[in-house]
């Protein structure tokens, strides 16, 4: 498809409140032929491993699959805040249409996060894309990814870890003065409450499934992580 193109299949949504026309078969045309959020920093390409596991709010998923957008293939991402267990990202899809008007202007708050229609200014992921179009934007807090570092750091403050590998629930725990580590199957004792040096050097050597506790996470593989 060739930047400016004439756009004729224009359909009236409603995004959020922000009133909008898109060419449905257009955007989606482009959208096939893209390839996913490239950035290779480590905050851009956990955002791209949420996206592919559909770890996004059930509401973004929606719009993006009712107009054929593969989550993945965001036409910008960026790394706002690192907070504890949370990373807000702010995140958009270029769509071929126009806003048509805009209730109340500026962003929309939701429980998950906040949104916009607007006009992106460095759109990186959407080279050559047809006119005329705008851009749908996210702020949306996602969970944190965690390096087998955090996994340490916490092990050695003495905090608990539930975390999730090919559908098993796995946990590190501590009760009646010494640590546990429960694999999904079975729990097996690590070692006296206080030794934590050797609490972190033999969680790092069990082994889930096929990947032993410090690959899943150096790789980023685990789910549904807690630090409790």
Not at 10 to 27: R, S
Not at 86 to 101: A, D, H, P, T
Not at 155 to 164: A, C, Q, T, V
Request: charged share 30%; net charge negative.
């Amino acid at each position: 498809m060739e930047k400016g193109r004439m756009i004729y299949k224009m359909k009236a949504f409603d995004l959020f409140g922000f009133q909008v026309e898109i060419d449905e078969v257009a955007t989606k045309e482009w959208y096939d032929k893209a390839e996913e959020w490239s950035c290779e920093c480590g905050d851009c390409r956990h955002f791209v491993a949420l996206a592919k596991k559909k770890e996004l709010p059930s509401d973004v998923l929606d719009i993006l699959e009712q107009i054929g957008i593969t989550p993945e293939k965001a036409t910008y991402v960026c790394e706002i805040i690192t907070e504890e267990h949370k990373v807000l990202y702010q995140f958009s899809y270029r769509m071929v249409g126009n806003i048509s008007e805009e209730k109340d202007g500026g962003t929309k708050k939701f429980g998950w996060g906040e949104v916009c229609c607007g006009h992106e200014p460095y759109p990186y992921g959407a080279p050559g894309f047809p006119t005329p179009h705008f851009d749908l934007e996210f702020w949306v807090r996602l969970p944190k990814q965690y390096k087998y570092s955090d996994i340490e750091d916490f092990l050695m403050h003495g905090r608990e870890i539930e975390f999730g590998y090919k559908g098993r629930e796995c946990a590190i725990t501590n009760h009646t003065k010494r640590w546990w580590f429960y694999d999904g199957v079975e729990q097996v004792e690590v070692c006296e409450f206080e030794n934590f040096e050797l609490l972190v050097s033999k969680v790092a050597e069990y082994i889930v499934e096929d990947k032993t506790v410090q690959d899943i996470f150096f790789s980023g593989f685990y789910e549904n992580t807690s630090i409790i």
